[in-house]
């Protein structure tokens, strides 16, 4: 019998069923645009960063360079097929797909996307996660530059923005938990008002005859200092995601990491942490992510943060966790998070690499198994 990678309850791969549903995170910036070529020069993308990356500190790995997939452009079919068979084949159920709206109809890098949806290919599940957030200069060393403003001009610009997603929801391929399709927002903490926005959305949804949206809400907590946003039950969203970067943050690293700095300048540069399952909420409305690994001094230089000693093994013990903290809800609601597949500037990627090879995507199926 032929089953449906959509089926999360038959879910599975060549080394068994899976016992979360992995959602992995999926950047679009792979392929040149107007706008980035005015900002950053011709021909510029996420693979401008990737490759100019140098040692920055002793034992620095850097750079990290792809492997079976090359530097693609995201414009190529036969590349988006490829991260879907990839992607798959390892135990991935759906990409997350950011997604840009700044207001007033204004998108960015919706390209790929939009061809996924009018193809109906690759056949992997999707969702949106939208990137509410303004763009500024910070990686690139002009933290004060403004180069696209998130704006929320109200009810009329939701509107607007749910009639231009909803073929993408009414599409077969769409993630659902329990029929409803899932939507993630970043910067929950930075609508102006969470609550009516969770209730016009949920309203569209339903006058749409979606049955309503999941809707998630970003939880980030990066080094553990508490989480910029703690009311998504309180506002209605279905769940909040936990996204803390798997450093271990204690008296003795930080006293070793500001020391390091103050002698060698340079970025931040934490340890990599193994047991990070263990500051995670035990709340069920809260949703584990994963990292296999953070570097994001492509993008930022000696202003970034970086993590050593990130292993496959060391984040297949962090999958396996994470899904056991998930193994006693309903098995729609085990969506296990993962940053990311292809966030290759900020260290963050499954995707084969030159040193590790498919060990990321190992690990993963491995800790979902």
Not at 68 to 75: E, M, S
Not at 99 to 108: L, P
Request: charged share 25%; glycine share 8%; aromatic share 12%.
């Amino acid at each position: 019998m032929s089953v449906s990678p959509r089926d999360p309850s038959a879910e599975g791969t060549s080394e068994g069923a899976t016992r979360a549903r992995a959602i992995s995170f999926y950047l679009p910036q792979f392929f040149p645009i107007p706008e980035n070529d005015q900002w950053w020069g011709p021909g510029f993308t996420e693979w401008t960063n990737t490759a100019r990356a140098r040692k920055l500190f002793p034992g620095h790995v850097q750079p990290t360079l792809p492997a079976d997939l090359g530097f693609y452009d995201l414009r190529v079919p036969e590349t988006r097929q490829a991260q879907s068979d990839l992607a798959q084949r390892y135990g991935v159920e759906a990409f997350a797909y950011w997604h840009y709206w700044f207001g007033e109809g204004e998108r960015i890098l919706e390209r790929p996307f939009r061809e996924v949806i009018d193809r109906g290919e690759p056949g992997i599940s999707f969702c949106l996660a939208w990137a509410n957030q303004t763009w500024t200069g910070t990686w690139h060393g002009a933290p004060d530059r403004i180069l696209k403003e998130q704006r929320y001009p109200g009810p009329e610009d939701d509107a607007a923005h749910f009639a231009t997603i909803l073929p993408a929801f009414r599409d077969e391929r769409y993630l659902r938990v329990d029929g409803r399709p899932v939507f993630y927002v970043f910067r929950p903490e930075e609508l102006p008002d969470p609550a009516a926005f969770v209730d016009r959305w949920q309203e569209m949804a339903r006058d749409a005859g979606l049955g309503g949206l999941y809707l998630v809400a970003e939880m980030s907590d990066l080094l553990g200092r508490g989480p910029r946003y703690t009311t998504g039950t309180a506002d209605g969203f279905d769940a909040s995601v936990y996204m803390r970067i798997p450093v271990e943050v204690d008296r003795w690293t930080t006293l070793k990491m500001r020391a390091r700095r103050k002698l060698l300048g340079g970025p931040e540069v934490w340890p990599y942490s193994d047991h990070i399952a263990e500051t995670f909420p035990r709340d069920p409305h809260v949703q584990p992510c994963v990292y296999p690994n953070w570097d994001n001094t492509p993008r930022a230089g000696r202003r970034g943060l970086a993590v050593t000693d990130a292993t496959p093994e060391r984040f297949r013990r962090n999958v396996a966790d994470a899904v056991e903290l998930l193994a006693d809800r309903p098995p729609q609601e085990r969506l296990l998070w993962v940053k990311s597949w292809n966030e290759w500037a900020e260290g963050n990627h499954l995707e084969p690499d030159l040193r590790e090879g498919h060990g990321w995507l190992e690990a993963l199926r491995a800790g979902l198994t």
